[in-house]
């Protein structure tokens, strides 16, 4: 419905996709973000499937396109970096382990804050600190801006929203998959190509290393754990930890631990995905990670966000309650987000052999899959299936 006036928290991914549409079907987004302006870095994501689909009709396809980190493919190597499988980006159609398309998601998030910067609001610096939901509209504090009034509140800032604490308390869970993952960026070494390299060590840990279009190479380092809180540290004891349970390994991995110390953009995660029995309460609702996070596991995060920002938007603009809209979103995008979180049996303890045996195994497994005859049949497991939705046309909503 045309002349709404909607706070966006969070300007990552969902929030400025959210914002195009918004304009598109003539109503206006104010996008608040608590750091000083659009993070820059970050690592790989991909565009694949619906998301695809998404970004060809927010007319991005071409601009992503000309920012993509060119990768390849991703090869699977032993301590000696001798390749043991290896799957070009075109392997399953351009939707396996490696997409047809790859941006680093900072380059993708300043690219739809370009996009969108003419026509919404952004203000940096600044979080969300009470929402008092009211009949004929949100009036919401902020930790440094006065008081402002909304018609409603989207919260689109990620797996540990702050946003959906102060409206939906406690109701969603997040759901620890027994692995941490830290992402750095490390500076281009001789040995780094144009293919991502993923090292399995004994002990269920993992180095990988996957080229950018910056100059840089981006590196990530994950190993088994129940959740211990690590998520939590300072960044310092974060460095601290992964120096421990990394030592010893080797490849590339003394390289990494040494670039911790200069290590800028570095980030420490538990590795989850987000429950929440509901979407939407009153005039507030979730969106991206905040509401459906599926993991980095799932592959699927990127096309979450940007599907689920197309398809709240197009509801909302063909709704004139925002209940109705609200709960037409929620029906279109519960299935997609199902399957997206249906992840394979024993993932990602599969991907992280805790044995030298089954490191062998799953190098064996790999190169087996890696074989062209096989892919035709092992891309229809390795495709995620939450790729595919009916994606409702909105054209017609858009401003005249």
Not at 163 to 181: D, H, I, M, Q
Request: glycine residues 12%.
């Amino acid at each position: 419905m045309a002349g709404r006036r909607v706070l966006v928290s969070g300007a990552s991914i969902a929030g400025p996709a959210l914002a195009h549409w918004l304009h598109e079907y003539g109503m206006t987004a104010v996008v608040v973000e608590r750091h000083d302006g659009i993070r820059p870095g970050g690592q790989t994501v991909d565009l694949r499937g619906a998301g695809r689909t998404v970004a060809r009709r927010m007319g991005i396809e071409d601009a992503v396109r000309a920012r993509s980190t060119g990768e390849d493919g991703v090869a699977f190597v032993d301590a000696r970096n001798r390749v043991k499988a290896a799957f070009p980006a075109q392997a399953f159609g351009g939707e396996g382990f490696v997409a047809e398309l790859e941006i680093l998601r900072g380059e993708l998030a300043g690219l739809l804050h370009e996009r969108t910067r003419g026509h919404t609001e952004y203000v940096f610096g600044d979080r969300i600190t009470a929402v008092d939901d009211r009949d004929d509209g949100v009036r919401v504090s902020f930790a440094h801006g006065a008081d402002r009034s909304f018609d409603l509140v989207v919260a689109a800032d990620g797996i540990g929203s702050t946003t959906r604490g102060l409206v939906f308390g406690g109701e969603a869970r997040v759901v620890p998959l027994g692995l941490y993952t830290s992402y750095l960026t490390v500076p281009r070494a001789a040995s780094d190509g144009s293919w991502a390299r993923w090292h399995n060590a004994p002990g269920g840990r993992v180095v990988a290393l996957r080229p950018d279009n910056l100059g840089t190479t981006r590196a990530l380092m994950s190993f088994l754990c129940p959740p211990r809180g690590y998520e939590r540290l300072p960044v310092g004891e974060q460095k601290q930890l992964l120096r421990r349970v990394f030592a010893g390994v080797g490849w590339e991995a003394p390289r990494v631990l040494r670039a911790l110390g200069d290590a800028d953009e570095f980030y420490c995660e538990l590795v989850g995905q987000v429950h929440a029995p509901r979407w939407s309460r009153g005039r507030v609702a979730l969106v991206g990670d905040a509401g459906y996070c599926a993991s980095p596991i799932s592959g699927m995060g990127t096309s979450l966000a940007l599907v689920g920002a197309y398809v709240l938007a197009g509801e909302l603009a063909s709704h004139s309650s925002h209940r109705d809209a609200f709960a037409s979103y929620e029906r279109i995008m519960r299935p997609y987000v199902a399957q997206a979180q249906q992840l394979p049996p024993f993932t990602p303890r599969i991907a992280h052999p805790r044995s030298r045996v089954g490191i062998g195994v799953l190098n064996m497994l790999l190169a087996t899959a890696a074989n062209p005859l096989v892919q035709r049949v092992a891309a229809r497991f390795l495709s995620p299936p939450a790729d595919r939705i009916d994606l409702p046309d909105y054209t017609d909503r858009r401003r005249r």
